[in-house]
Structures are given as C-alpha cells and as structure tokens.
C-alpha cells in the first residue's frame, strides 16, 4: 500500500505541473505548488510530520488544490500508530486523516481529469477505511461514506466490497453477503470477488460455501494452478484440524480426500514441478489411505505418495540449489 501512495506522490507532483503549464494555476499559485512540491519530497521519505506542514502551507496558499488534502490526510494517517492508541496527540491524527480526505473528495467532486478521480476514489477508500474498527471505529460515518462511493462507480465491485466487510464487522451477516455477491456479479469472470467470498465464508464457518467460492475462483481463472492448490489446501486444513468430523462421517471425509486430490491433479497438469502440490497431493494420499478399508488400496495408495514425496523432495533440493546459484550436486556413488 505504501508503496503504491508513493508511486501517485509523484504522479500528482506530474500534475500539478502540468495544470501549471495549461494555465490552470495562476502565478500568484506557484508557492502552493512549490510547497506541495517540497510535501511530496518529505512524503517519499516518510517524514510525514514536516510532509502534512508543508501539505497545509500549499492548501492555504490555494484551497482548490484538491489532490493536496488527499496527502495532508495520508500524511496524518500515517502519523498514527495502533500502538499508541489512547494518546492523546497520537489519537488526534485520526479526525485529521478523515478532515482532509473529505475534503480531498469534495474538492475535487466536478474534476473530469483521470488522475484526480483516481485520488478521489483512493480518498473515499481510505476515508472508510479511518472509520474502520481498527481505527476510529465509526460504523455510522463508515457506510455512508461507503454507500457514497458506490453511487459514484455503481459498476465497480470496490465499493459493494468495502461495503460487505463493514457490514461484516459489525455482525450484518446476510448484507455483507449481498454486498460480495453484488460485487461478483459485476465482474463474473475476476477471481478477486470469489476470494473475497471464499474468505468472508471461511471466517463464518461454512466451509461447503467456502470451498464453493474457491471452486468458483479456479472456474474463473482455470490456467492457474495455484488456484486449483488452494481448494486442496482447504480440503486438506478440514480434515486435519477436524478430527471428529473424520472420525464420524467417514464416507464424507473420503468424498472430501478424493476432492482434493482431484484439484491437485488439476494443478500438476498445469505445472508438473508444483513443490506444493506434490506435497498436499502426498499428504492427501496418505489420508485416503487410512479411509480406506481395501489393505492392498492401502498400500498402493501409501507407494504412490512415497513417490509423490521423493518428487517433491528432489524438486526442492533443485529448486534450492538453483536459488543458491550452484548445480545440484548427486551423492557419493550415484
């Protein structure tokens, strides 16, 4: 994230020299814009005390410098710190953030340019984001300003997911679902939405939705073999930590094993050398194997994932070796 303020820091700086050029800033502008200048040096170089002075020293000079509360704001939200909180002068910096992000949002409200309305939207995310549980804690001005954002991109799925885990925070269940559901139907063919779903499951407990959501995911982008590993993984995570689901609906555990191991047949196929892949696929071999009441299933499936482990091990001394800058070297007698 911070690496992404820093990239617009210089982005902005770009445009306000442009809009110098062009005449929308008269003369009587340049010490605002020499001050934001001098604001965005301090920025990059995270001294965002010395940066948000200097960010106040260009919006006084000219108050419709609007992509400069954008960075006034950031430079306060940077100043706080979680570990502080309950301090007082730690704590102001919070209302400061949220002051000047809204005003980022209003001043720059009838811009047509593309580079202002992607601080505008960057304001209103991190404007939600202020009123956060991990911040102000302020569901009441959080969803307005959430709701704000959606009528102003009502085709982007941003906000519908902002608005989903708001909503979710504060136990509004069902909503949060609409809201991510809502999201997945702008934009059907993005695995973005379906993680965001598969995750928002998850953390519900409702792991036949999960692994829905992450099947959804690899339907979405079906070349991408992590994507096929990640549902073995949730698979494999079930059965490992619920122990009494294994133990009392055995059939159901089995029809779970064989699904992970379809998923990572899935993922070899389109990468024969995915360490981990081979590995779960391994591990999942070996729990189908205590499944099973077929002795000699039994003993095929636990050869296949000794080979399957040799596999993987081999991959890894490779792989290791490779990153070491040096050729894998065989043992003495080999």
């Given amino acids: 994230m911070r690496a992404r303020i820093i990239r617009l820091a210089v982005l902005v700086v770009a445009v306000a020299i442009g809009a110098t050029a062009c005449g929308k800033y008269s003369i009587s502008n340049i010490r605002s814009l020499k001050a934001f200048q001098d604001a965005n040096a301090l920025y990059k170089k995270g001294e965002y005390s010395r940066a948000a002075q200097r960010y106040t020293d260009a919006v006084t000079l000219n108050p419709d410098l609007g992509f400069a509360y954008f960075f006034l704001g950031n430079s306060y939200d940077n100043l706080y710190k979680p570990g502080r909180r309950g301090e007082p002068e730690n704590d102001a910096n919070l209302p400061k953030a949220a002051e000047n992000y809204r005003l980022a949002v209003e001043k720059m409200s009838a811009s047509t340019d593309p580079k202002e309305l992607e601080i505008r939207k960057l ?8 009123y956060g549980p991990e911040k102000l804690n302020d569901f009441t001005k959080a969803e307005p300003v959430a709701k704000e954002l959606i009528a102003l991109a009502p085709n982007d799925p941003t906000g519908y997911q902002t608005l989903g885990r708001l909503y979710e925070d504060v136990g509004r ?6 809201m991510l559901q809502k999201a997945i139907s702008l934009r059907p063919n993005e695995a973005l939405g379906y993680m965001l779903l598969a995750g928002f499951y998850n953390r519900q407990g409702e792991f036949e939705k999960t692994i829905d959501a992450w099947k959804a995911r690899a339907k979405a982008e079906p070349n991408n073999p992590e994507a096929w ?6 698979y494999f995570d079930k059965l490992h930590r619920d122990t009494n689901f294994v133990k009392t609906q055995r059939d159901k555990a089995l029809a779970y094993v064989l699904d992970g191991i379809e998923a990572e047949n899935k993922a070899l196929s389109l990468n024969g050398e995915y360490f981990e892949a081979l590995s779960y ?3 999942l071999l070996r729990q189908q194997a205590l499944l099973e009441k077929d002795p000699a299933k039994q003993k095929q499936l636990i050869a296949d994932a000794d ?4 596999k993987a091990e081999d991959l ?4 290791n070796a490779t990153a070491a800058g040096q050729s894998p070297q065989r043992g003495r007698g080999r």
């Fill in 123 to 130: 304001a209103f995310e991190y404007l939600i984001a202020v």
């Fill in 307 to 310: 080979v399957l482990k040799a």
């Fill in 229 to 234: 590993h990640t549902i073995a993984v949730y």
């Fill in 173 to 178: 269940y069902d909503e949060a679902d609409q």
């Fill in 281 to 283: 696929k391994n591990i």
């Fill in 316 to 319: 890894q001394k490779k792989q």
